[in-house]
């Protein structure tokens, strides 16, 4: 089909949910995206954010047309060899001893971890910061702060705070002895582009020790790599009590899982449960992103590549620009305007971004991309800039 055809049939069946942009994407391969007309963009999406490894990568191809010819489905009622063999590596790679939920999605595993907590705790009160996003299922939605989110579904899940992001002082003035958990991102990426200072993680973790509270951090958008680490979280050093991951998980699969720290033991049955959640299809595909995030060293490239990417930006010579943040290849460009007309302009020159907020471009591109496509998104956007100026 066209393009045109394309984005007719959708735009006649589906529901309406998102706003699309103008293209109809059929093809991808590493760090490039095809439309139907054959039109090559670099992608600084990244299938926002759960195509770390590029698309289409050989290594998880080849393992899902594998698995695909021995074994789809197989519920957690039975025991399988695909989700044994990850489950041991998923728990090799962890920074701390954990015993593993695996489920289909961020947004799952958001939810699964406040029930957990709420489990373990016998309390009811969540703890979360301003700015932040874990989702749009009713528990995460309540976790997430921004009004636009929330205001249509009111009333959402009770018992939930919001403080300021990278303030100890206010997290402090919140966590008590009513506290089931404190939930943060190391890095806010719907929020900004904003990384935690290692100092107020720390003080995170004090503070739910202090008051007997879980401390709970979402890695669905800087897990496996993105922030020049396996995990952010290895950047400051801190132990959580249950950590989040999706988005790259399975190397562009939906997956998603709770990692849940062995101090607190094993969850008894029936507490929770899942369908799909480590089925031998995406527990193949997501050893064999393991497998390349540690024999390649991804994280490694995405520090690399990050910092480069960050030094060619503040370089831009434009007076929109108000501030650059980020850490590994997650990036924000803190504009003076409205992001939106960037966002267009750049898909105009092939490129895809992201906004984070109304006015922060957002790059979140695959990790294996090349210094080329890089420098290219760069000058694309000083051009935009200064075309945007005039």
């Excluded at 759960?50 to 698995?67: F, I, Y």
């Excluded at 399975?250 to 029936?270: D, F, I, K, S, Y």
Aim: hydrophobic share 45%; glycine share 10%.
């Amino acid at each position: 089909m066209e393009s045109s055809t394309i984005i007719a049939t959708e735009q006649q069946y589906e529901a309406g949910l998102y706003p699309k942009r103008p293209v109809a994407l059929v093809r991808g391969a590493g760090a490039s995206l095809w439309d139907a007309e054959g039109r090559r963009f670099i992608d600084c999406v990244g299938g926002q954010g759960a195509a770390n490894l590029g698309h289409s990568h050989p290594a998880v191809v080849a393992a899902v047309q594998a698995q695909a010819s021995q074994l789809l489905s197989c519920p957690e009622i039975f025991h399988n060899n695909q989700r044994a063999a990850y489950l041991e590596e998923l728990a090799a790679a962890l920074p701390f001893p954990a015993r593993i939920f695996l489920c289909n999605s961020g947004a799952e595993a958001v939810e699964a971890s406040l029930k957990f907590a709420r489990l373990l705790t016998g309390r009811p009160r969540i703890v979360a910061a301003m700015r932040g996003f874990h989702g749009r299922t009713f528990g995460a939605l309540s976790a997430t702060w921004e009004a636009k989110y929330r205001q249509p579904f009111l009333p959402l899940v009770p018992e939930f705070a919001h403080v300021p992001y990278n303030n100890p002082e206010a997290l402090a003035s919140a966590v008590d002895e009513q506290t089931a958990a404190v939930l943060l991102e190391p890095v806010q990426g719907e929020g900004g582009v904003r990384p935690a200072h290692p100092d107020y993680l720390r003080a995170a973790r004090q503070m739910c020790d202090q008051h007997g509270a879980l401390l709970l951090i979402d890695e669905i958008q800087t897990g496996f790599g993105r922030t020049g680490k396996l995990f952010a979280i290895e950047h400051s050093g801190v132990t959580p009590d249950i950590l989040m991951l999706a988005k790259s998980i399975a190397g562009g699969l939906p997956m998603g899982a709770v990692a849940l720290h062995t101090r607190h033991g094993v969850l008894p049955g029936g507490a929770h449960g899942t369908t799909f959640g480590g089925n031998p299809l995406l527990c193949a595909a997501a050893r064999a992103t393991l497998r390349v995030m540690r024999t390649e060293d991804i994280p490694g490239q995405a520090a690399a590549k990050g910092a480069r990417l960050l030094e060619q930006l503040r370089a831009i010579a434009a007076p929109q620009v108000r501030e650059v943040r980020g850490q590994g290849l997650l990036v924000g460009v803190e504009l003076k305007q409205r992001v939106q007309p960037v966002l267009g302009a750049l898909l105009e020159r092939g490129v895809l971004a992201l906004p984070a907020g109304p006015n922060v471009l957002r790059l979140l591109p695959p990790l294996v991309i090349d210094d080329a496509d890089l420098q290219t998104v760069v000058a694309q956007i000083g051009d935009v800039l200064v075309a945007l100026e005039q």
